[in-house]
């Protein structure tokens, strides 16, 4: 069975991923969490009330662990900040005792410790360093923890570059600590996110916040969903599950310009960009933008169509468990005859997977690496 009950100096703690499923098999913490809350307890001094921020904590271990200093935590990703408000309450924590950031809005304050789960993506880890610059004093201790696979070289470079000398702890359990030493001398580039591309054929300047899937170029299996978007009257309602910055979505608005568009994705960086994206470029088409676990929000028999390229993983969880409770929503949210339209590579075996919960399922197109295909009720 799966552990739930979190060991640490601060206490024992019950911790669940988000959301909960039955049957889970993997735990919500992992070792660099609990290497982190050893480290800080001797650290901290409650008497003296430090304040503490937490970055990109997974599913809350470290809020909720650390949660008498009443920490601020950000995060680009709304399962994260949904699992941190379930495990707070489910500890008997009032929610409010820490304060929830999403990731475009740091709080405006001086730290005495910043703690940071190193995150999957470079480039969001290099927007929060130099995004919390007015957060630092001389004396803020910034500490890095992450498993030693995911503290790459250039997570040490970054964390020199933008905080000061860096020295690391030994690895423990293959977790791994990088403290910082905040060097006052140091001297910090203007940031380079969010980052902008041309979308190939048209003229739109495509905003991407730091944490975007293929920030810096058109992903080659998006484009060629691009390609292949449907064109129909009877398309309504239409989701971009999953949305990114939103350029499957705005390509499938230009085609159907009386569709009301509905963008979602768990990222609040990506649905920043949708909306930023989508408002410079079309400007007769409706749309609403939220942040959310895929489908939970909609209501049942609602949409008549679903565009899905669906994520290969959550923060740094791999696994095409997503994508399949991707399918299983959409065959509830769409109306009789809705269809459901995705992209994957062929060796996803998306079509399989789809056959567990939609009568019809027919490839529309695919090329050496891709395949779009249509699950309709
Ligand atoms: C492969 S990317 C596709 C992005 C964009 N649609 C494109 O084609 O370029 C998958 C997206 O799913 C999002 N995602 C992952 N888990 C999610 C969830 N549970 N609910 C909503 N979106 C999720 C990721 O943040 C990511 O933006």
């Avoid at 909960?20 to 660099?32: M, R, T, V």
Wanted: charged share 20%; hydrophobic share 45%; glycine share 4%.
């Amino acid at each position: 069975m799966t552990e739930t009950t979190m060991q640490v100096a601060q206490g024992r703690f019950q911790i669940l991923r988000f959301p909960i499923e039955k049957n889970e098999k993997l735990q919500a913490w992992d070792a660099a969490d609990e290497y982190l809350l050893q480290n800080v307890a001797e650290k901290l001094d409650l008497d003296s009330h430090p304040n503490v921020l937490i970055i990109n904590d997974s599913f809350g271990a470290l809020a909720v662990a650390l949660s008498e200093y009443k920490p601020c935590a950000v995060s680009d990703s709304f399962i994260s900040q949904a699992a941190t408000r379930q495990n707070l309450a489910l500890n008997k924590i009032e929610v409010d005792t820490v304060r929830l950031f999403d990731s475009l809005v740091l709080p405006q304050e001086k730290f005495d410790f910043i703690l940071i789960k190193a995150p999957k993506t470079l480039a969001f880890l290099e927007d929060i360093l130099i995004r919390l610059q007015a957060n630092l004093t001389a004396n803020t201790q910034v500490i890095v923890a992450g498993m030693v696979k995911n503290l790459s070289a250039s997570v040490w470079q970054m964390m020199a570059r933008y905080i000061g000398v860096t020295t690391p702890s030994k690895a423990v359990k293959k977790a791994r600590l990088i403290y910082a030493q905040v060097d006052m001398d140091r001297v910090v580039p203007v940031n380079p996110y969010p980052v902008y591309y041309l979308l190939e054929n048209t003229t739109y300047q495509i905003c991407n916040h730091a944490n975007i899937f293929s920030h810096r170029s058109l992903d080659i299996g998006t484009r060629f969903f691009l390609e292949y978007l449907p064109q129909a009257e009877k398309y309504q309602q239409v989701v971009d599950l999953g949305c990114g910055n939103g350029v499957v979505g705005l390509i499938f608005a230009e085609k159907n310009p009386n569709a009301q568009l509905h963008f979602v994705d768990e990222s609040f960086m990506a649905v920043a960009s949708a909306e930023e994206n989508f408002k410079q470029a079309v400007t007769t088409a409706n749309a609403c933008f939220q942040a959310g676990d895929a489908l939970t929000d909609f209501a049942d028999n609602s949409m008549d169509l679903i565009l899905c390229n669906p994520p290969f993983h959550q923060q740094n969880t791999i696994g095409g468990h997503i994508a399949l409770r991707m399918f299983e929503q959409s065959k509830k949210v769409l109306r009789q005859g809705g269809e459901l339209w995705v992209i994957g590579n062929r060796h996803l075996g998306y079509h399989v997977s789809l056959k567990k919960f939609f009568s019809k399922v027919e490839v529309m197109v695919s090329n050496a690496k891709f395949v779009i295909i249509k699950a309709a009720n």
